[in-house]
């Protein structure tokens, strides 16, 4: 297998969650450094120098290792987090199994967004062609399931409690994107029928991270309970900001296309709020969406401008930011280590993010 290192990441959150305490900080770097080369190594572990660089594109294309450093965070609050300090017999391998828990739910990520863009019909991710449209469906299917198998086998290495909370998430990441085609069931309030389909599509796998790094480390069971009712919360939270940049941004800064979503006709939260509205904005829009999928760029440009134009866009914001309180109440049940700082400054970048 070949050994391939990782610089740190110059966009890194760790940065931008300004740490007081150093320690914490060297702790981040060095998981998130041993977890990126634990990732590209797994993922191109192939013996076919094409299929290794398919499947290392889109890691290395970018993405923030939301999911790896919040494994890492949850892990703080373990027995085994002091020994997993050092580099060396048995501290080295406690660090090992957490930077490759760290590895395994980047690795369902990146694999769940090789399905997605086949899904979306998306043409970019983090500002590179997505993989469907650098090597087609086929391909980009394959390479999903590829790396998804990869973090079986990585689950499998961490023990059966992996295996079984990777199962769990992976099921929940499909059972969701299966909700969102076939929409709300007879009588369901399209809202509640939303905040279900985003629980479960971005929920489960921060959710995932948070719970793995916490049990690999052996944080006791009320700590991986906090854990993982907040990082439940902190995907709605993720995925109410992407839902609010998905009209809000120009590719150049997401690194998606532009109103994509409302391209395709998925009802995101200030969709659905916005249809709610009365007056002639919310009829046009309404009359543009019920159309079908806006094939036209300038339809899509004008619901984009609708969709800003509309108050619900406010109306979702403060939705996002109630749940993003709700993400920081979860943590209340946690000891009060520097770690636990940390997590609540996540919480304020995620709900305020650009990317
Ligand atoms: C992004 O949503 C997509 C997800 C959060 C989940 C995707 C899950 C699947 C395709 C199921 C298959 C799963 C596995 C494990 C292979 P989005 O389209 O709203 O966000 P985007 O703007 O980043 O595309
Ligand atoms: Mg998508």
Request: charge should be negative.
């Amino acid at each position: 297998m070949t050994t391939l290192t990782a610089e740190p990441r110059p966009d890194s959150l760790v940065g931008r969650l300004n740490l007081a305490d150093p320690g914490l900080t060297a702790r981040l770097h060095g998981g998130l450094a041993d977890a990126e080369s634990r990732l590209r190594e797994t993922a191109a572990d192939v013996p076919s120098a094409l299929v290794a660089e398919w499947s290392r594109y889109l890691i290395e294309a970018g993405g923030k290792r939301l999911r790896p450093l919040l494994v890492l965070l949850a892990a703080e609050f373990g027995a085994k987090s002091d020994e997993a300090d050092g580099a060396d017999g048995a501290d080295g391998a406690a660090a090992g199994r957490i930077s490759d828990a760290a590895a395994l739910v980047e690795l369902v990520h990146v694999a769940s967004l090789h399905h997605d863009d086949v899904m979306d019909g998306a043409r970019s991710r983090h500002g590179v062609p997505s993989a469907p449209a650098r090597w087609g469906n086929r391909t980009a299917v394959l390479l999903g399931d590829r790396l998804l198998v990869k973090a079986g086998q990585l689950a499998a290495d961490l023990g059966d409690g992996a295996i079984r909370l990777q199962g769990e998430a992976a099921e929940r990441l499909v059972r969701g994107q299966l909700r969102e085609l076939t929409g709300p069931e007879a009588g369901e309030s399209p809202v509640t029928h939303h905040f279900a389909v985003i629980a479960d599509k971005t929920g489960s796998l921060l959710s995932l991270a948070v719970r793995l790094g916490a049990e690999v480390a052996g944080a006791p069971e009320p700590a991986v309970r906090a854990l993982a009712a907040y990082g439940e919360q902190l995907g709605i939270v993720f995925q109410l900001s992407d839902d609010l940049l998905d009209f809000a941004s120009e590719p150049a800064d997401s690194g998606k296309d532009a109103a994509l979503d409302l391209a395709v006709g998925v009802r995101t939260l200030p969709v659905l709020l916005a249809l709610s509205e009365d007056g002639p904005r919310a009829a046009e829009l309404r009359a543009l969406l019920e159309a079908g999928p806006l094939a036209d760029d300038s339809d899509r440009r004008r619901a984009a401008e609708l969709m800003r134009n509309s108050s619900a866009e406010a109306r979702a914001r403060e939705l996002l930011h109630a749940c993003a309180t709700d993400a920081r109440d979860a943590l209340a049940a946690l000891p009060d280590v520097p770690a636990r700082a940390a997590l609540a400054a996540l919480v304020g970048l995620v709900e305020h993010r650009s990317a």
